[in-house]
């Protein structure tokens, strides 16, 4: 009896944690090949095509996933989310990449990625805080979390607009106050 495309996935995903990519996308096109309709299968060939740097490849892969198995964002965000919150930072980074390519600009994974960024101490951290704040600019909570990686990184300024604009949305939420507060005492204007 030939191996399931149940089985033949769990051995593809051994062979991708070990390192053994070729072999992992060997065995998801297998399971593809058991079941066409494998939509965990079609997503990891879409991820693997996306670290191999064929993204046209892995948007066609990524979209019939993202048809087959409706919760797929939903399920890669609670991984990144979990891996953040157990501090694993790179792996964070590359989870938090995931979700952008099933829904690029979705405003959570891309504050998920800044914090991991900036907890790793890079620089890209900057760029995805500001995406994130540029994709939902009415969300109070996102907002001060993009201000919160803007200030770690010594972008005080903009730290600061992004802690006002979020004042401005919520004047009775004592968090904009804080957050502004402490970029005022980076800024070395505690009083302000």
């Given at each position: 009896m030939p191996p399931s495309s149940r089985d033949l996935f769990a051995a593809g995903q051994t062979a991708e944690r070990d390192g053994r990519l070729a072999e992992a996308e060997r065995l998801y096109r297998a399971a593809l090949a058991a079941d066409p309709g494998h939509g965990r299968a079609h997503a990891a060939l879409g991820f693997l095509a996306l670290r191999g740097g064929r993204p046209d490849l892995a948007q066609g892969f990524l979209a019939k996933?993202?048809?087959?198995?409706?919760?797929?964002?939903?399920?890669?965000?609670?991984?990144?989310?979990?891996?953040?919150?157990?501090?694993?930072?790179?792996?964070?980074?590359?989870?938090?990449?995931?979700?952008?390519?099933?829904?690029?600009?979705?405003?959570?994974?891309?504050?998920?990625?800044?914090?991991?960024?900036?907890?790793l101490g890079r620089r890209e951290a900057v760029e995805a805080a500001e995406d994130a704040a540029a994709s939902a600019p009415g969300d109070v909570r996102l907002l001060l979390r993009a201000a919160a990686v803007l200030t770690e990184a010594g972008k005080?300024?903009?730290?600061?607009?992004?802690?006002?604009?979020?004042?401005?949305?919520?004047?009775?939420?004592?968090?904009?106050?804080?957050?502004?507060?402490?970029?005022?005492?980076?800024?070395?204007h505690p009083s302000e």
């Open positions: 996933a993202r048809g087959l198995v409706p919760d797929l964002l939903e399920r890669q965000l609670g991984e990144a989310q979990a891996l953040s919150s157990a501090r694993r930072w790179r792996e964070a980074v590359d989870s938090w990449r995931r979700a952008l390519a099933i829904q690029s600009g979705h405003a959570d994974a891309l504050i998920g990625l800044a914090e991991c960024l900036a907890q005080l300024d903009r730290a600061a607009e992004l802690a006002s604009r979020a004042q401005a949305l919520a004047p009775a939420d004592p968090g904009p106050l804080l957050r502004l507060g402490h970029v005022r005492r980076d800024e070395g």
